[in-house]
């Protein structure tokens, strides 16, 4: 079992530019959220996935948006980056019904703008 | 979710026990508390949680004081490995997880 797994592991982009990262959750699961880590910080929350739908959303401007596929995979899209949008990105993937503590997080992609 | 408060970071050698702290005063009765931690250049992974009792299982132990306004996770003997970033969370069966800034534990050898 590979567990959660992400795309790309680093990615440098210009301030403007957009970015799009990739996750593909665990096997088994259906389920993915997204969370971004600013250096020294813990994760925050930006959004969940089940059933192709956007399920709950943390406090992140649309620039944030995100999909998921029939297989279960998710992608992260970021538009117009800022500076501050520079971070690691985190997706955790879960099985909708588990308890919370069934959730596993991928290595992250670390996102630098410049 | 309740707003816990960690200390920013700790020492500890290793082979001896550690004692993390969490203040959770704000806590609702049915919040559960969750432990995870973070290792150097990967996501947090779970380490263990409770609602009232003490817990135990392979990685560690969890001590909630009889008012639930705190908890300890206690590591029964530090190894260099267990250095990582240790995040105290409330929640109650919500998918999403708040995590605070976190203890930072370093293992001196």
């Known amino acids: 079992d590979a567990g959660v797994t992400q795309s790309p592991t680093h990615l440098i982009k210009t301030r403007g530019q957009q970015v799009t990262l990739r996750c593909s959750p665990k096997?088994?699961?259906?389920?993915v959220s997204w969370y971004q880590q600013a250096l020294g910080q813990g994760p925050q929350f930006i959004f969940q996935y089940y059933e192709e739908e956007e399920r709950q959303r943390g406090n992140f401007p649309d620039r944030f948006s995100g999909h998921q596929f029939p297989n279960y995979s998710s992608e992260l899209n970021v538009n117009a980056l800022l500076l501050g949008d520079s971070a690691l990105y985190l997706c955790a993937s879960s099985l909708r019904g588990l308890p919370v503590y069934e959730q596993y997080f991928g290595p992250g992609t670390r996102l630098t703008v410049t | 979710d309740a707003k816990t408060t960690q200390p920013n970071s700790m020492e500890s050698n290793e082979e001896e026990p550690v004692h993390l702290p969490c203040n959770h005063s704000t806590i609702s009765g049915t919040d559960y508390i969750h432990w995870y931690r973070q290792l150097p250049s990967q996501g947090p992974e779970y380490v263990i949680h409770?609602?009232?009792s003490n817990v135990n299982n392979r990685m560690a132990s969890l001590a909630i004081a009889e008012d639930r306004k705190s908890s300890t996770l206690i590591l029964h003997r530090a190894t260099l490995r267990d250095a990582a970033v240790y995040y105290c969370i409330n929640n109650f069966g919500n998918e999403k997880l708040t995590f605070g800034t976190g203890t930072r534990l370093t293992i001196i050898p």
């Open positions: 409770g609602l009232t």
């Open positions: 096997s088994g699961h259906d389920t």
